[in-house]
């Protein structure tokens, strides 16, 4: 095997037949930084969130998986936590799709009652859910760089006006059924981001979809706009590192501090509740 590349979370090797070998490593990020302390089990649950996924929308768009099981050579602790994939011409767009305004997109909300370039209602908050899902692109940014929001017409002069139409209405359906199913089971998909790329002149879906990492999932019953949401994704260790017991400003230009061990097993427990939720499948 091959190394290619280390991202944040993923690490990518390159296996002798050309097909790839994805390994998912506990690391988190926030901030765009990579924190120094792992979450145990994390990238096992979000491999087999993903390959879950994967199965719920192999009718709305096809995906990078070829096998679950190790290649020759690759350690045993892999196991769970790597998908050999077919290699794919990764689309320049981080293609994410909103059915609720928090974040980021609260943000540039506030400041032009826009997100994207797509207006919204007057008088929404935190947590308010839109009348109808809409894509909110962002560029896709090195590790260490923050990614950029992207109105559709930027999306068409960087991929062309067919390409951006095609990555817009794909995202918004896989969306729309992660949200559907996410409704049956009480959790509320907040927003989502996929990663798309191109084989053989079609679209196919990689990376990871639809897990906590990617999305903001919240428990329905506790659904209230006007308030941050309890969630059970990252959110959870965004909002400890800006919190008085962490002490760290974002802006400072300092590492983050490590998690303390409370911090790192509630975390651990929320995304194994994600997954149980959504799948109605045990993890231990």
């Not at 990663?195 to 428990?219: H, N």
């Amino acid at each position: 095997m091959k190394h290619l590349h280390s991202g944040k979370v993923r690490d990518l090797y390159e296996l002798p037949d050309g097909e790839l070998l994805i390994v998912a490593r506990d690391s988190i990020s926030a901030y765009d930084y990579v924190l120094s302390t792992p979450i145990p089990d994390k990238g096992k649950v979000l491999t087999q969130l993903s390959l879950w996924w994967f199965e719920q929308l192999a009718d709305v768009v096809p995906n990078h998986v070829v096998s679950t099981e190790l290649p020759e050579g690759a350690p045993k602790e892999w196991a769970g936590r790597a998908v050999v994939v077919r290699k794919l011409d990764m689309v320049p767009v981080e293609c994410v799709a909103r059915g609720y305004l928090t974040g980021g997109g609260l943000k540039e909300y506030r400041r032009s009652g826009s997100v994207c370039g797509v207006a919204l209602p007057e008088g929404l908050v935190d947590g308010s859910r839109l009348p109808e899902p809409v894509f909110t692109p962002t560029t896709k940014a090195a590790v260490g760089a923050h990614d950029e929001p992207m109105t559709f017409p930027e999306v068409e002069r960087a991929v062309g006006a067919e390409l951006a139409a095609k990555l817009r209405d794909i995202t918004l359906e896989v969306y729309r059924r992660g949200a559907e199913i996410g409704r049956e089971r009480g959790v509320i998909v907040a927003d989502t981001k996929i990663e798309l790329g191109l084989r053989d002149g079609g679209l196919i879906l990689g990376d990871e979809v639809l897990t906590p990492d990617s999305s903001r999932f919240w428990p329905a019953d506790d659904w209230e706009p006007g308030r941050s949401q309890k969630s059970f994704d990252k959110q959870f260790v965004r909002d400890w590192l800006v919190s008085p017991e962490s002490g760290w400003d974002p802006a400072s230009g300092a590492e983050p501090p490590a998690l303390p061990e409370h911090i790192v097993e509630q975390t651990r427990a929320k995304y194994v509740e994600a997954y149980e939720r959504l799948t109605g499948r045990s993890w231990a």
